[in-house]
């Protein structure tokens, strides 16, 4: 089922029949003169997997700074458990695209996941077990000691997950989190993080400009159009799971939406 | 040839330099006087180890160096997080800073002995003084170079200021510190000595200015060779010490 | 140079100074040991006037340059040796490490003995002390040049002595340029502690003797000199040497 853009404009409910942990209502930002996100409205299920797609500079970085409360909207808000944010929380985790930027280099694998639990205040006799389970979970454990630069671009960006997942964050916002990776490991990273996010069932909002890894990753794709950035669709995505690099991506289903998506997203260029 | 038979050559190089030296003034063909044969000023240093005498003026200096050093290091990192903390504070002090970092340091302790009179404190305290800027400048710029997405993370993590700084900030500014710390060594080392020299408080400044009041220009230079050691294992140690606390840093193409 | 920078820039040393002036004339400050800014200016100004603080002056610079002049004509030639041919640098290596660390300070009594008061004396220590920074950084001045460019004065057939006046040396200035003018610095402030320590010559006795005749206003000014004349220096320096290099590179590339 897919809302035309007015509908989708107005609704700030989940089109599920769960109340959504998350949404954005009427959200519009400027950076001086220029306007960058127009009336952004859309929510957000628990345990969701909601992608987010646009070109570049539709606003959709932006946009999630504005659900992590990193950046106040001028107008509407980000709804988060009913009460607006306005600031950072650890129960929103972020993600960072620049994943060597985002890493602590002076301390070990373990120590920059470490630092989330660090920030929570979680008590120091339980940080090294959450730690060791993490980077279990995400297939870092033989690199536990190692430093991030002396590891490789993928595995630096799974330290970076590990370290927001040690948040133990309500909803995990990705912003681009495999652009800077080459085709093979985005790849196995994004059956990672799909396979994780269910088995912890966690929500999540996952930003790119890779229309066909939104629909490969998402429950439910937000479309963005740019200049100002606008909600152009939001489609339901039906295709079984778990998703599997190849059949998935051949899937008529999968074509059909990416045929949808793919006009919408080529007409605002 | 390998690395290590490089080293082998360079210290036989300056062993040979050593050795026509020696071999200058044993024939007499320069001045006993004011380049006295290697072997005396080894004899003295001999004396001086067997005796112990050593001993007192060779502590004196180098706890006064570190005391002043480490007092530097402290100060000018507290103060360099300050400085760097805010653009205002930053457009006080900056041109402050600016205009007292040439300014010779030893030029100092002419109103520190009017102030403090010929003491040790004395001496720490122009060390200090002189010490502190090439620390207080890696220190502020250190802090300024904190990369804004870590700062991003740090409010996303929702880090208090204390935090951040302690976590983010003096882990980044290490190696900016570091690198005014080794530089602070030197010349605290030699504020040290001058400052000996000036106050005849008991150390190895002094030691060597008596003795070329009185001539003895094989103690001098055992004196020097001694004061060069200290300069060389202080920076090594230094070295050591940098190298395990920076040993996350990616190795950067050798020579 | 917005004018709320240069007024906050300003802010805080004239409040240093007028908190000196307001606390000296309370008493809070002793004026033996402090005196008071309303006393020190007019005692500069008579120095300057009847002679002695730029003849002092002379004499500090004088010796700085000598120094910084015997430095650079030693430290370059050497470091293009270093620099281009590796094994020289291999070789050398050990005697480099154990003659750097040793504290330009230790050599006074040495010089001392030697020269004795005199402009020879100061600008020997100075010159030690500037040797090691130009070394270095021709050495590795001489390192960074693109290895193309040599190869090209190779294929070219030039003789190593052209090579190097034509091709290796002016790669190597805009390099040399910032270690010499860090070595002036160095200069400077080498020749004031020599000053201070035992030569009687130069702004550093100046201040010492004023310390040691107790006129402390005297003191003062010269301090204050020393450290206008050090920062007009730096400035001068970081200006011509932006401007020498630019005027460098708009001949080469105009070649």
Redesign the interface.
Known sequence: MTLSPDAALGAAAAPRDRAPIFSFRDVSVRFGATPILDKIGFGVAPEEFVCLVGPSGCGKTTLLRVA???IRPQAGEAIFDGRAVE????E???V?Q?YS??L?????VAGNVE??L??RGAPRAGRAAEVERLLGIIGLSAHAAK????LSGGMQQRVQIARALA?RPRLMLMDEPFGSLDAMTRQSLQDEIARLCKAERQTVVFVTHDLEEAIYLGDRVVALRANPGRVVEIIDIALPRPRDQLTTREHPQFLEYRHRLFHHLRDRL | MSKTAWRLASFAFAALLLALWQFLADRGLVSRVFFPAPSRAFDVLGEWFASGEVWGPLAGTVWRTLAGWLAATVLGVVLGAAIASAAVTRDLFEPTVEFLRPMPSSAMIPPAILLLGLTDGMVVAVVVFGSIWPILLGAIHGFRSVEPRLIELSRALCLGRVHRLWRISLPNALPEIFAGMRVSLAIALIITVVAEMLSSRPGLGQMILLAARAFRSAEIFAGVFMLGALGYLGNLLLERVEAHFLRWRPAVGGT | MTARRILLGLAFPVAFLALWEILARAEVLSNDTFSRISIIVPAGVAALLDGTLLARTAETLGSAILGWAIAAAAGIPLGLLLGLVRPFERLLSATVEALRPVPSAALIPIVLLIYGFSLAMSASVAAFACLWPILIVTTSAVRGIEPRLLEVGRALGFGAVRRIWAFALPAALPGIAVGLRVAFGIAIVVTVTVEIAANPRGLGYAMITAQQSLRAEVMYAYLFWIGLVGWVINVAMVRTERRALRWYWAARSAQ
């Open positions: 992590a409360g990193l600031r950072p929380t650890p929103l985790a972020i960072f620049d930027r985002a602590l280099p002076w301390r070990t630092l989330a660090e920030a430093f991030p630069l002396q948040q």
